[in-house]
């Protein structure tokens, strides 16, 4: 059984990159999508700090509480970027199944 092993070893990176394309995307937009919602809260939260209506311990809780709101926010990115990881993988297995079949 003789074939070129480069060939199949790209044929599965470009199999691996056209899977991950649009779950990239999707983590993108989520990631994105994190940040934002952290801007605007940490805004009101040091807006209301500045107004008197939050003293600065109540501020710090108040900043830490959403810290771990960002970081279960991350926590599903995590599981996004495995799920993607995973089909990448199974895309590679496809391709090199493909690539070694005629042999």
Do not use: C, W
């Not at 109540?58 to 991350?74: G, S």
Request: hydrophobic share 50%; proline share 1%.
């Amino acid at each position: 059984m003789s074939f070129d092993i480069e060939h199949g070893v790209n044929e599965m990176l470009e199999a691996m990159k056209l899977s991950i394309g649009s779950d990239y995307m999707e983590i993108e937009a989520f990631a994105r999508q994190a940040l934002v919602n952290q801007e605007s809260s940490v805004k009101i939260l040091a807006q209301a700090l500045e107004n008197g209506d939050l003293d600065r311990d109540e501020f710090e809780y108040e900043m830490k509480r959403e810290m771990q709101v960002v970081e279960i926010e991350l926590l599903a990115m995590k599981v996004m970027g495995k799920a993607a990881i995973q089909k990448a993988l199974q895309a590679a297995v496809t391709a090199l199944t493909r690539f070694i079949k005629p042999f």
